[in-house]
C-alpha cells in the first residue's frame, strides 16, 4: 500500500511539499477563549440553629477589571495560546483568576455566534466542575477586580408553543438572578426549540442583561439545565459534598440542584448503592445525631 505521505495531489505535491507551501494567511482566525462555571452549595444564613440549614446553588464569578464590560460580572476565562491545549488554558486561567487550582472540570459546550465579543470573532469553550467550597481558597488575580460567590435563581416567566406542519416551536423567556450581599445582577434568556420531524433544534440569546457581562447568561442557563440533567444518572452530586455527611444534607444538595423536593424514602432507595454508612455521627450543637455516610467510589460496578 502506497503511503499516503508519497501520494501526489493534483497540483503534482506530496504532503511534505504541500504542508512547506502552505499559506495559513488564508483563512482568517478567530480568537479562542475558555470560560469555567464553578458551581458549589453552601448554606444559608439562619436565625434558629435548631433547623437544618437550607442550601442554595451558588456559582463562581469574577469582576472584570478591564474593557470590554469593566466593572460588571463574568466567568472567570480567558485566552487560549497558539501552543496551549484548551483544557491547559482553562486550567492556567481558573489559577490566575480566582486561585483555585487541582480541580477536574469537564468541558461543556462551545459557543460560536458570530458577535459575541465585541473586541473580535471569539470561539468559547466552557468548562463546568462542582466543587465542595470549604476546600477552597478564592482570591481574585491579576486581571479581576473581585471574585465572589453568587446564589443562583432562575425561573420560566413566559412560554409559548405554536404546532407546525411536521412538529411544534416552543419558545422560553427565562430569568436568571444572581445575589451576593447586597449585589444583584440578572439577565433574561429566550430559548427556542424547534422540533421537525426527527430533527430538533433549539437556540439560545441574551435579551436583556443586568451587570453579566458578554453572552454568559446563556452560558449559565445551559450549564444549569445540563446540570440537572446529569446528576440523574451520574454521581457528579458528590463532587459538592464534604467527605463525611447526612442523607438528609445528599437530599438537600439534590433538591436545590433539581430546583424541587424529593420524597425522603425514595431518594434514600435510590442512594442506597451510592453511599457507605460509617459509624460516625453528627456533634451540631441543637440537633439530634445523625448518621453520617461517605461516597462508594465502586457503585456503578455494583
Known amino acids: 500500500m502506497t503511503e499516503p ?18 499559506d495559513a494567511s488564508i483563512y482568517e482566525r478567530p480568537s479562542v477563549t475558555v470560560d469555567m462555571l464553578i458551581f458549589t452549595v453552601l448554606n444559608k444564613e439562619q436565625d434558629n440553629y435548631r433547623k ?67 473586541r473580535t470573532r471569539v470561539i468559547s469553550c466552557s ?8 476546600s477552597l481558597d478564592i482570591q481574585a488575580g491579576d486581571d479581576a477586580a473581585d471574585a465572589k460567590w453568587f446564589e443562583v435563581a432562575y425561573h420560566v416567566f413566559q412560554e409559548k408553543k ?3 406542519d411536521h412538529g411544534y416551536e416552543l419558545e422560553k423567556l427565562l430569568k436568571i438572578t444572581l445575589r451576593n450581599g447586597l449585589e444583584t445582577v440578572s439577565a433574561t434568556v429566550k430559548i427556542v426549540e424547534v422540533v421537525s420531524g426527527r430533527s430538533t433544534r433549539v437556540s439560545r440569546e441574551v ?3 443586568q451587570g453579566i457581562a458578554f453572552d454568559h447568561a446563556k452560558i449559565i442557563e445551559y450549564a444549569i439545565e445540563r446540570l440537572r440533567n ?13 467527605p463525611l455527611f447526612t442523607l438528609s444534607e445528599l437530599q438537600q444538595v439534590y433538591e436545590v440542584l433539581l430546583g424541587k423536593e424529593l420524597l425522603a424514602a425514595a431518594f434514600r432507595r435510590k442512594m442506597a448503592s451510592m453511599v457507605i454508612e460509617t459509624n460516625e455521627f453528627t456533634k451540631d450543637a441543637g440537633h439530634r445525631p445523625s448518621k453520617l455516610y461517605r461516597f462508594n467510589p465502586n457503585w456503578n460496578r455494583n
Do not use: C
Open 5 to 22: 505521505s508519497s501520494i501526489r495531489d493534483r497540483n503534482g505535491l506530496t504532503e511534505q511539499e504541500y504542508l512547506q507551501a502552505y
Open 52 to 118: 437544618l440549614p437550607e442550601k442554595s446553588l451558588q456559582l463562581l464569578l469574577i469582576k472584570r477589571g478591564e474593557h470590554p464590560f469593566i466593572g460588571q460580572w463574568a466567568l472567570p476565562g480567558g485566552f487560549v495560546s497558539v501552543h496551549e491545549r484548551v483544557e491547559d488554558a482553562a486550567l492556567r486561567e481558573l489559577k490566575s483568576e480566582t486561585n483555585i487550582e487541582n480541580i477536574y472540570m469537564e468541558q461543556l459546550f462551545t459557543w460560536g455566534d458570530v458577535e459575541r465579543d465585541p
Open 127 to 134: 468548562y463546568m466542575a462542582l466543587v465542595d467550597r470549604t
Open 162 to 164: 405554536t404546532n407546525l
Open 207 to 209: 435579551v436583556d442583561s
Open 230 to 242: 446529569k446528576i440523574e444518572y451520574t454521581d457528579i452530586a458528590f463532587n459538592l459534598m464534604p
